[in-house]
């Protein structure tokens, strides 16, 4: 069973526009809504390759029912726990003369209190368990405590379940000190981690993901947008291409990877497939309109495209 949590889930608004830039007016010629937010894109993704979830975490207001909808429609299974605020709104600027440029501007989010966390905890306990992956991703409201994966991922790895995170700064570091199964930064996500600038040779991304194996993460995929992955875990490295694609909106690309390994592991298929799996997904989440899926079909064709390079032992 994949448990997918979603703190700050979100309305993807994408405007499509041409010639972005600040300080002007643009005419939008393409609005698109989606159900989106970090966990929610995975619980839709893992849905697109054929795979079952459970989509939790906290919904607010108006906006919080229509994204209850949105996954009532796609038959995804559910159980959000209610907040007083309102679910936020992101907006996506697709500049759609430069292919794949987006602007994005996503809320805070509403506030959660300590209440609605423990409400929270006692869901996810209810679906702990050995064969529980869960997968907690993306911001949390301002109002609560940046340890909050950390907190949630001991507690659930003491009832043998797997889990996945995939965060940035204070919670991501507070995250690995829990020691989760699976962690994907991106490459400027864990150079940020180390202080570093994100321009760092490939040895020194490298070297960077060993370091956090040696925190006690299993396994770790450094996302590197069009030039594909590395992926570390303590017995080998490996990285792969990145796939050409069409690129409309890179939106929901890394959700889409994170996605697809899950779903790889929770399937049982052998890991070097998962990562090209998870590739594969990325790149055709990046040909989707909005915040969206790719189709199983594209995902399979672009598979075949999906190299695998040893890099250690
Ligand atoms: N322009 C692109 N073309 C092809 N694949 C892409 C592109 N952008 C992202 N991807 C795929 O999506 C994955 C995640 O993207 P990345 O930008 O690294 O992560 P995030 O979305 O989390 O910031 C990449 O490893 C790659 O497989
Ligand atoms: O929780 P955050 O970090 O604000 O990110 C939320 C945004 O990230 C997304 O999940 C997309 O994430 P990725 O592009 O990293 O896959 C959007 O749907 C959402 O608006």
Redesign the pocket.
């Given at each position: 069973m994949i448990v997918t949590v979603t703190m700050n889930p979100a309305i993807d608004k994408t405007l499509d526009v041409e010639n972005f830039t600040g300080g002007t007016i643009h005419r939008v010629t393409k609005v698109i809504q989606d159900a989106g937010g970090k966990g929610i894109n995975v619980s839709k993704t893992i849905h697109a390759l054929g795979g079952e979830t459970i989509a939790t975490g906290f919904l607010g207001g108006s906006s919080g029912r229509m994204i209850e909808h949105a996954l009532d429609e796609l038959h995804i299974e559910h159980q959000f726990v209610y907040i007083e605020g309102e679910t936020r709104t992101n907006v996506k600027v697709v500049d759609t003369t430069k292919k794949?440029f987006v602007t994005e501007f996503n809320e805070p989010g509403p506030t959660v209190t300590q209440r609605d966390i423990q409400t929270l905890t006692e869901t996810l306990e209810l679906y702990a368990g050995p064969s529980t992956i869960f997968v907690f991703s993306g911001s949390v409201p301002a109002s609560v405590d940046k340890d909050v994966y950390g907190f949630l991922t001991r507690k659930l790895r003491k009832r043998q379940s797997t889990v996945f995170v995939?965060a940035a700064g204070q919670l991501l570091e507070e995250a690995i000190k829990a020691k989760p199964f699976l962690i994907?930064?991106?490459?400027?996500?864990i150079t940020r981690h180390f202080n570093l600038s994100e321009d760092v040779s490939e040895e020194t991304l490298i070297d960077l993901g060993k370091e956090l194996l040696a925190k006690g993460v299993n396994t770790i995929?450094?996302?590197?947008?069009?030039?594909?992955?590395i992926f570390l875990d303590h017995q080998r490295a490996f990285k792969?291409n990145?796939?050409?694609?069409q690129?409309h909106s890179?939106?929901?690309?890394?959700?889409?990877?994170?996605a697809a390994l899950a779903y790889g592991l929770d399937a049982d298929i052998p890991y070097e497939d998962c990562a090209r799996l998870?590739?594969?997904?990325?790149?055709g989440?990046?040909t989707t309109l909005g915040t969206k899926p790719p189709a199983r079909e594209l995902v399979d064709e672009l598979v075949k495209d999906v190299l695998i390079y040893p890099l250690w032992p």
């Open positions: 794949g995939d994907k930064p991106n490459a400027y996500e995929v450094i996302s590197r947008g069009q030039e594909g992955a792969t990145g796939i050409q694609v690129a890179t939106v929901g690309s890394g959700d889409a990877m994170l998870a590739i594969a997904t990325s790149a989440a990046c």
